[in-house]
């Protein structure tokens, strides 16, 4: 066995240092084995599991890991930017066995109700509204006036969230994912936005995800409800974003897209794809806890200790049987959706909001191009996320009008109001068998697009 020399401190994975270059540090950390101590914010260590065999195998052992994270989290500092992310909450993310599967199971049950026909005509007039509105301008900030706004719109419609507080529930993601100061203040009130969206649905419901949850056999609580909710706008929001995002990038940037998004060989979906593998949105996660003192791939573990993996460092490992750094890991699937019991659920609406956003913003700004050198742009800081501060691009103004939309857009729902009222008005939940049924036909229930 190859021995590994462990650094004399952890290496930081907060700050602007690993946020410019993730990779040089995952590099380094492979140095020391397939896992390697890390630093999240000051004071909070953890292992970071960097080979992809090694990850694949704690994300699958229900036996020797748990989930929950009270034990590691009594020793932690109350005030620590990263339990906004890590703290325990009533969740599928934080729970393991029956009590994870009861949440799970309201979840996936959820999703299945959102149809991919009318999620696609959704993104599609928003995307196109989105464009509208800065296409005259012959420039333009692709994160924040398009990647961010675009995903948000979908869930605020999903869960019914008023227009009002719409960015009060991005200001809140995004305080958790950057793990600073001001983590658990934007945490809060994600959770206070949340907490009223309960209490109103559960002595008014409409049709909305909210309600669904609310009236679902699983019987949850209020709080339960909200914790849901909170995971499922938290771990959807944001990695979509930079999804988008750092695909958009990607084509922008790599030469066999032309240096624009609609003259290169490579499709939307190959540049999603290949971001999956070498930059995930999500690019460390999945707390495991030792159920007790253990050893795993050679390292000895105690009870308690916090073990993250990297999405990011275990795509991208080289070592080997692998031809170069950078290379794909694995032979078949890379880990962006993690896997075993607690893999994404969301994978497919996440894929197809990416893939149509894209889509659209191909076929309007087809010379779309960075407006400053790539060296000049900023990721935001964070041990979790890969997420791009601003993307600026120039392009050839042009005028949005009705005349120039896709023909499909006068079946395309025209705002929140009316689309959440499409979402819902083909299915109902019927509560005494706990299946979604389409209303506007017979037939077998929806079938889950989740695992």
Not at 46 to 52: C, G, P, R, S
Not at 169 to 198: C, H, K, P, Q, W
Not at 225 to 230: D, E, K, P
Request: hydrophobic share 40%.
């Amino acid at each position: 066995m190859t021995p590994f020399v462990q650094p004399p401190q952890p290496l930081a994975l907060y700050g602007p240092d690993f946020a410019a270059d993730p990779q040089g540090h995952y590099r380094r950390l492979r140095e020391h084995g397939p896992l390697a101590p890390v630093r999240l914010a000051p004071g909070i260590d953890a292992l970071l599991v960097i080979d992809y065999q090694a990850a694949v195998d704690l994300l699958r052992d229900t036996h020797t890991f748990t989930k929950d994270p009270r034990a590691w989290q009594a020793t932690v500092p109350e005030d620590s930017p990263v339990l906004p992310m890590l703290g325990y909450r009533p969740t599928a993310l934080f729970s393991d066995g029956q009590v994870h599967a009861r949440y799970r199971e309201a979840i996936n049950d959820g999703l299945a109700l959102i149809e991919p026909h009318v999620l696609r005509a959704e993104v599609a007039g928003v995307a196109r509204r989105l464009i509208g509105e800065f296409s005259a301008t012959g420039s333009g900030d692709l994160i924040a006036q398009y990647a961010r706004r675009l995903p948000l719109h979908v869930f605020v419609t999903w869960f019914g969230v008023a227009p009002g507080d719409a960015e009060r529930v991005v200001d809140g993601i995004a305080g958790m994912f950057n793990s600073a100061e001001n983590a658990a203040t934007a945490y809060a009130d994600l959770v206070r936005v949340v907490t009223d969206l309960v209490a109103a649905r559960r002595a008014r419901p409409r049709r909305d995800l909210t309600s669904y949850l609310l009236a679902h056999p699983a019987g949850l609580d209020n709080d339960e409800t909200v914790r849901q909710i909170t995971l499922l706008m938290s771990a959807g929001h944001d990695p979509t974003t930079n999804l988008i995002g750092n695909a958009l990038l990607h084509m922008l940037t790599d030469a066999r897209y032309a240096g624009s998004l609609h003259g290169g060989a490579m499709t939307a979906h190959e540049a999603i794809d290949e971001v999956l593998w070498q930059d995930p949105p999500l690019a460390n996660l999945s707390a495991h806890y030792p159920r007790h003192d253990t050893e795993f791939h050679g390292v000895r573990l105690r009870a308690g200790k916090l073990v993250l993996v990297s999405y990011a460092a275990a795509n991208t490992q080289s070592g080997p049987g692998f031809s170069a750094p950078g290379t794909r890991s694995g032979s078949s699937a890379h880990l962006a959706w993690s896997a075993g019991p607690h893999r994404c659920p969301a994978k497919q609406p996440a894929l197809l909001i990416a893939m149509t956003a894209i889509e659209q913003l191909t076929s309007q700004l087809c010379d779309v191009e960075l407006s400053i050198p790539i060296d000049g742009l900023k990721w935001r800081p964070g041990p979790f996320h890969r997420a791009l501060v601003r993307l600026p691009v120039r392009f050839t103004p042009v005028e949005m009008n009705a005349a120039m939309e896709p023909t499909d857009a006068a079946t395309a729902p025209d705002d929140a109001a009316d689309i959440a009222h499409d979402l819902a008005r083909g299915v109902a939940h019927d509560l005494t068998r706990g299946v979604a049924h389409d209303l506007t036909r017979e037939g077998p229930p929806a079938a889950s697009i989740g695992p």
